[in-house]
Every structure is written in C-alpha cells, then in structure tokens.
C-alpha cells in the first residue's frame, strides 16, 4: 500500500524499491496506442499482455510512458508494460521503466510479433537483429545491445511486394482470430515460464510450439 500511496504523492523512486532486482521482470508488449490499432498484427504485444491481465485480473494503469500492470508470482514481481511511445519510440519507455524498477538486462523480455514466422508460432530468443521490425529497432538503439530476451509471435506473410506495412497494420483474418484464444493461452504461460524456469527452459519448451 505505502509504494502506491508513495506513487500517487509524486514519489520518484521505483514502484517496488523494497525488491530484489533479480526477483523483478519486466515484460513489455509492443504496440500502438489507440483504437484504430487494437486488432491489428502489430499490436500482439498489447493483446497478449491484455490477455495476461484478464487471466490475473490486473488493472492496467496509465503512468510514465505507457500503462503499467503489476503483480507476483512465486516470490518474483512482475511489471508489465504496454508503451505509450508510439511503436518507433518504443526503447524510451523500455529504458526508462528498466532504470525506475532497477531491473537488469536479463529479467527484460519484450513481445513482438515476426512476419517471419508463421501465424502462431511462438520463437523465444536471447539476442539477434531488429529484423527490420522498427520497435525493436528503437529498442536496441536505446540499450545499446542487441543481447536482449525477445518473444516473437508469428503473423505470418500473407502480403504481395511492397504492402508489409499494410499487412501489419491489418485486422487478423477470420481463421486467425478463431485460433487465437488457445495461442494467447499459450503466450501467457510462456511469459510465466520465463519468469520462473529462466529462458533455456522456456525456449526448450514453447519454442516452434
């Protein structure tokens, strides 16, 4: 109760100062504020986070740079964070909410979606390239690393030359949003296995799954 009475008197310090920062997480869901971009490919980061908070019954709050959600599991608190950036300013509220928390590098894991790989596919990685994707791009800009956990949910490419952007900020199909629930399900225990059995497990378990 005194971090959130602390927060809302204008206290600077981070929500849970009284944490071990290797029990703390941060999980944040790429995306693009707004209406217009809810149910589109791009905004899996959201959805996926929005799916975590139904199951736990979080109340996304808006702060600093995006809208926050807390809550523990198992001894670990977990923050989770949906950016209000815009998706290409996406490392400023990565970088600034990992400073405020204290949390390292290695309990950061972002959710993106990969028109590399097919619709579903879920691909958890420890490092690698922005492959072209522009919040990633930004976020590696901001760290200075590419060394950062990512999970990537596949959207596939069902798109012709030059209409990339026109697909990813498309609405999912009718086939995709029926097989939807059951990959949020799955999205979620990936991000809570992560968070408790570390990232070789995690990939051994629900990468390709």
């Keep these: ?14 929500f849970l100062e009284e944490e071990d920062p290797m029990k703390k997480f941060l999980i944040v869901g790429l995306g693009n504020i707004g209406d217009e971009y809810a149910e589109t490919r791009h905004n899996i980061g959201f959805k996926i986070l929005d799916a975590l908070g139904d199951q736990k019954e979080l109340n996304f709050e808006t702060r600093k740079l995006g809208d926050v959600a807390l809550y523990k599991l198992k001894g670990r608190s977990i923050i989770c964070l949906k950016p209000s950036t815009y998706m290409n300013l996406s490392g400023k509220a990565v970088r600034y909410w990992m400073d405020k928390e204290k949390v390292p590098l290695e309990n950061l894991l972002i959710i993106t979606d990969d028109i590399n790989l097919p619709f579903g596919t879920l691909r958890l990685k420890t490092k690698g390239s922005d492959g072209g994707h522009n919040g990633l791009k930004d976020i590696q800009q901001v760290l200075q690393t590419t060394n950062y956990n990512r999970f990537r949910f596949g959207v596939g490419a069902d798109f012709g030359k030059g ?25 979620v225990s990936l991000i809570e296995s992560f968070v408790l059995s570390g990232v070789a497990g995690t990939m051994n378990q629900f990468n390709g799954a």
């Design 163 to 187: 209409r990339q952007v026109e697909y990813v900020l498309g609405q999912w199909s009718e086939e995709e949003s029926t097989r939807m629930k059951e990959r949020l399900e799955k999205s």
């Design 1 to 14: 109760m005194l971090k959130y009475l602390k927060e809302f008197l204008g206290f600077k310090g981070p």
